[in-house]
Nanobody
Framework: VQLQASGGGLVQAGGSLTLSCAASGITFSIYAMSWYRQAAGKQRELVAA???????NYADSVKGRFTISRDNAKNTAYLQMNSLKPDDTAVYYCNARYLNANWYGQGTLVTVSS
């Protein structure tokens, strides 16, 4: 199983980035996909999740700014991040979960400058 996250980088506050998570080795369409993040010195936290059926949920801190989506034909999940804030600076990890299977990708760094 491989979850390849990409799209991180350096952006100014107020800017936008789109993260991608390309999955292989799993039946992507049945997995719930999530994005987590971990800032320096803090615990990993759930940012957004999308179920296999397409329902979504978001951390309060990103509601209205971030959008999670998935393309089952491309085995890829996305996180569109708008109105970025310095507090969004973190390593972002994608996660695939189905029953007892739980996989994380390697992470992509997002740095938001003020």
């Amino acid at each position: 199983v491989q979850l390849q996250a990409s799209g991180g980088g350096l952006v100014q506050a107020g800017g936008s980035l789109t993260l991608s998570c390309a999955a292989s080795g799993i039946t992507f369409s049945i997995y719930a996909m999530s994005w987590y993040r971990q800032a320096a010195g803090k615990q990993r936290e759930l940012v957004a999740a999308i179920a296999s059926g397409g329902s979504t949920n978001y951390a309060d801190s990103v509601k209205g700014r971030f959008t999670i989506s998935r393309d089952n034909a491309k085995n890829t999940a996305y996180l569109q991040m708008n109105s970025l804030k310095p507090d969004d600076t973190a390593v972002y990890y994608c996660n695939a979960r189905y029953l007892n299977a739980n996989w994380y990708g390697q992470g992509t760094l997002v740095t938001v400058s003020s």
